[in-house]
């Protein structure tokens, strides 16, 4: 079976207001190098320029974390960019949860840890197909495991088969039924 893309999501939407609030924060901070605050004291003026400088950091963090985020849903795997670049390929296999989180995120978890990708416009979207996608794979553990049932219970009757014609003895029909159950 071919792989196919089933749903994307980007965040460039999201890139473009927080790339706005950084030239803001930006040239408040450089305002108040300039010309300052006259009627407030070098004390306050200090805790002013660290908190801004905080929000500034925090929003070119954010930035850069949301900057590229991509996310591809196929039917075999989960791949993108998330998080500060980081590319990401996960078999379906691996996945054994999803969620949304906040700024628009999409938490994929694995049995290594969880990956965001945030900013992701259509991240209802994704997180349905994904949802979809695993509670498939469930239901087909479940006919497997249903169908190798079957499977043992035809062989066993089989083995037993063997018993009563006298082909193999007790012995071996018991040794047989431990192997297989």
Same mark, same amino acid.
């Given at each position: 079976?071919?792989? !196919?893309?089933?749903?994307? +999501?980007?965040?460039?939407?999201?890139?473009?207001?927080?790339?706005?609030?950084?030239?803001i924060v930006t040239?408040?901070?450089?305002?108040?190098?300039?010309? +300052?605050?006259?009627?407030?004291?070098?004390? $306050?003026?200090?805790?002013?320029?660290?908190?801004?400088?905080?929000?500034?950091?925090?929003?070119?963090?954010?930035?850069?974390?949301?900057? $590229?985020? !991509?996310?591809?849903?196929?039917? !075999?795997?989960?791949?993108?960019?998330?998080?500060?670049?980081?590319?990401?390929?996960?078999?379906?296999?691996?996945?054994?949860?999803?969620?949304?989180?906040?700024?628009?995120?999409?938490?994929?978890?694995?049995?290594?840890?969880?990956?965001?990708?945030? +900013?992701?416009?259509?991240?209802?979207?994704?997180?349905?197909?994904?949802?979809?996608?695993?509670? $498939?794979?469930?239901?087909?553990?479940?006919?497997?495991?249903?169908?190798? $049932?079957?499977?043992?219970?035809?062989?066993?009757k089989q083995y037993?088969?063997?018993?009563?014609?006298?082909?193999?003895?007790?012995?071996?029909?018991?040794? !047989?039924?431990?192997?297989?159950?």
């Amino acid at each position: 079976m071919d792989e !196919k893309i089933i749903v994307q +999501g980007n965040s460039k939407k999201y890139t473009i207001a927080i790339f706005i609030l950084l030239l803001i924060v930006t040239s408040s901070i450089i305002a108040i190098f300039n010309y +300052g605050f006259p009627k407030i004291d070098n004390r $306050n003026k200090i805790i002013i320029i660290f908190t801004l400088l905080g929000l500034f950091f925090g929003l070119l963090i954010l930035f850069l974390s949301v900057i $590229n985020s !991509k996310i591809f849903v196929t039917n !075999k795997r989960v791949y993108g960019i998330s998080m500060f670049y980081h590319r990401i390929d996960l078999p379906l296999d691996s996945i054994s949860m999803v969620s949304t989180s906040f700024l628009h995120g999409i938490a994929v978890g694995t049995s290594s840890g969880t990956i965001h990708f945030l +900013g992701i416009l259509n991240k209802l979207e994704i997180h349905k197909e994904i949802s979809k996608l695993l509670n $498939n794979r469930q239901i087909d553990n479940e006919k497997n495991n249903i169908n190798d $049932n079957e499977d043992l219970t035809k062989i066993l009757k089989q083995y037993k088969e063997l018993l009563d014609s006298g082909i193999i003895t007790q012995e071996e029909f018991e040794s !047989k039924k431990a192997q297989l159950l």
